[in-house]
Protein backbone atom coordinates (compact mmCIF):
# COMPACT_ATOMS: atom_id res chain seq x y z
CA UNK A 1 0.00 0.00 0.00
CA UNK A 2 1.43 3.48 -1.27
CA UNK A 3 0.76 6.41 1.01
CA UNK A 4 1.73 9.47 -0.02
CA UNK A 5 2.21 11.44 3.17
CA UNK A 6 2.51 14.75 1.45
CA UNK A 7 -1.39 14.31 0.67
CA UNK A 8 -2.54 12.98 3.66
CA UNK A 9 -0.47 16.44 4.70
CA UNK A 10 -2.05 18.43 2.66
CA UNK A 11 -5.62 17.11 3.49
CA UNK A 12 -5.23 17.52 6.87
CA UNK A 13 -4.20 21.01 6.84
CA UNK A 14 -6.87 22.18 4.64
CA UNK A 15 -9.53 20.88 7.08
CA UNK A 16 -7.50 22.03 10.41
CA UNK A 17 -7.48 18.02 11.76
CA UNK A 18 -4.63 16.69 13.47
CA UNK A 19 -4.39 13.29 12.20
CA UNK A 20 -6.54 11.07 9.37
CA UNK A 21 -8.48 8.86 11.95
CA UNK A 22 -9.44 12.05 14.26
CA UNK A 23 -10.67 13.43 10.58
CA UNK A 24 -12.42 10.62 9.72
CA UNK A 25 -14.00 9.55 12.67
CA UNK A 26 -15.63 13.20 12.79
CA UNK A 27 -17.79 12.64 9.29
CA UNK A 28 -18.59 9.44 10.41
CA UNK A 29 -19.95 10.44 13.69
CA UNK A 30 -21.68 12.92 11.31
CA UNK A 31 -23.11 10.17 9.84
CA UNK A 32 -21.74 10.53 6.88
CA UNK A 33 -20.44 7.41 4.36
CA UNK A 34 -17.64 7.09 2.36
CA UNK A 35 -18.43 9.36 -0.95
CA UNK A 36 -19.30 11.99 1.34
CA UNK A 37 -16.37 12.20 3.30
CA UNK A 38 -14.45 11.82 0.03
CA UNK A 39 -16.42 15.12 -1.13
CA UNK A 40 -15.86 16.91 1.77
CA UNK A 41 -12.20 16.38 2.31
CA UNK A 42 -11.31 16.21 -1.74
CA UNK A 43 -9.82 13.07 -2.33
CA UNK A 44 -11.13 10.50 -4.50
CA UNK A 45 -13.18 7.80 -3.16
CA UNK A 46 -10.62 4.69 -3.31
CA UNK A 47 -7.74 6.62 -1.78
CA UNK A 48 -10.43 7.58 1.31
CA UNK A 49 -10.64 3.71 1.40
CA UNK A 50 -7.10 2.93 0.85
CA UNK A 51 -6.53 5.37 3.91
CA UNK A 52 -8.90 4.34 6.39
CA UNK A 53 -7.59 0.68 5.95
CA UNK A 54 -3.95 2.04 6.48
CA UNK A 55 -5.00 4.06 9.60
CA UNK A 56 -7.30 1.52 11.21
CA UNK A 57 -10.84 3.29 10.42
CA UNK A 58 -13.59 1.20 9.84
CA UNK A 59 -15.80 3.27 7.41
CA UNK A 60 -19.59 2.69 7.09
CA UNK A 61 -20.95 1.25 4.07
CA UNK A 62 -23.55 4.38 3.22
CA UNK A 63 -24.57 7.91 5.19
CA UNK A 64 -27.02 7.56 7.63
CA UNK A 65 -30.43 8.76 6.86
CA UNK A 66 -30.37 11.64 9.03
CA UNK A 67 -26.66 13.09 7.44
CA UNK A 68 -28.69 15.48 5.27
CA UNK A 69 -27.27 17.18 3.49
CA UNK A 70 -24.91 14.90 1.32
CA UNK A 71 -22.40 17.68 0.26
CA UNK A 72 -21.65 20.99 1.30
CA UNK A 73 -24.30 23.54 -0.28
CA UNK A 74 -23.38 27.05 -1.10
CA UNK A 75 -25.79 30.02 0.40
CA UNK A 76 -28.91 30.20 -0.84
CA UNK A 77 -29.21 26.64 -2.70
CA UNK A 78 -31.19 24.85 0.02
CA UNK A 79 -33.54 27.86 -0.27
CA UNK A 80 -33.96 27.33 -3.23
CA UNK A 81 -33.42 23.19 -3.41
CA UNK A 82 -36.87 23.02 -1.30
CA UNK A 83 -38.15 25.59 -4.10
CA UNK A 84 -38.08 22.93 -6.66
CA UNK A 85 -38.40 19.64 -4.78
CA UNK A 86 -41.50 21.08 -2.83
CA UNK A 87 -44.90 19.72 -4.54
CA UNK A 88 -46.08 23.62 -3.18
CA UNK A 89 -43.74 26.97 -4.55
CA UNK A 90 -44.39 30.25 -3.24
CA UNK A 91 -45.19 32.61 -5.73
CA UNK A 92 -46.37 36.25 -5.05
CA UNK A 93 -47.55 35.47 -1.96
CA UNK A 94 -49.55 32.56 -2.71
CA UNK A 95 -48.88 28.85 -2.02
CA UNK A 96 -49.44 27.15 -5.51
CA UNK A 97 -49.47 22.94 -6.32
CA UNK A 98 -46.54 22.55 -9.28
CA UNK A 99 -49.09 20.22 -10.40
CA UNK A 100 -51.84 22.73 -10.68
CA UNK A 101 -49.48 25.71 -12.25
CA UNK A 102 -47.96 22.71 -14.50
CA UNK A 103 -51.27 21.98 -16.22
CA UNK A 104 -52.35 25.82 -16.32
CA UNK A 105 -49.30 26.79 -18.23
CA UNK A 106 -49.80 23.54 -20.70
CA UNK A 107 -46.51 21.52 -19.55
CA UNK A 108 -45.65 18.86 -17.00
CA UNK A 109 -44.89 18.65 -13.55
CA UNK A 110 -41.80 17.42 -14.61
CA UNK A 111 -41.18 20.19 -16.81
CA UNK A 112 -41.88 23.18 -14.34
CA UNK A 113 -39.52 21.76 -12.12
CA UNK A 114 -36.52 21.83 -14.91
CA UNK A 115 -38.08 25.50 -15.73
CA UNK A 116 -37.91 26.69 -11.55
CA UNK A 117 -34.46 25.37 -11.58
CA UNK A 118 -32.86 26.81 -14.72
CA UNK A 119 -35.04 29.76 -15.32
CA UNK A 120 -36.29 31.18 -11.64
CA UNK A 121 -39.44 30.81 -10.27
CA UNK A 122 -40.68 34.33 -11.85
CA UNK A 123 -40.02 34.11 -15.41
CA UNK A 124 -40.88 29.31 -14.71
CA UNK A 125 -44.62 30.48 -13.61
CA UNK A 126 -44.96 33.04 -16.28
CA UNK A 127 -44.41 31.74 -19.19
CA UNK A 128 -46.46 29.27 -21.30
CA UNK A 129 -46.00 26.43 -23.42
CA UNK A 130 -44.63 27.60 -26.88
CA UNK A 131 -46.11 24.60 -28.96
CA UNK A 132 -43.55 25.52 -31.96
CA UNK A 133 -41.02 24.53 -29.74
CA UNK A 134 -41.70 20.80 -28.83
CA UNK A 135 -42.13 18.74 -25.64
CA UNK A 136 -45.31 17.34 -24.45
CA UNK A 137 -48.25 19.21 -23.62
CA UNK A 138 -49.60 17.76 -20.34
CA UNK A 139 -53.46 16.14 -20.30
CA UNK A 140 -55.73 17.86 -18.87
Known sequence: MNIRMSKVQAVLDDNEAASIPELLQYYINLGHGPTQIANFIGVDRRTLRCWA??????????????AFP?????????????EVCS?????E???LRVADEAKRLGITSQALRYRVRNW????????????????????S
Open 53 to 66: KHFGVVLPKRCAKH
Open 70 to 82: KSPMPEGCLARSV
Open 87 to 91: DYVLF
Open 93 to 95: GQR
Open 120 to 139: GLDRALTEKRDPKRGGRQCE
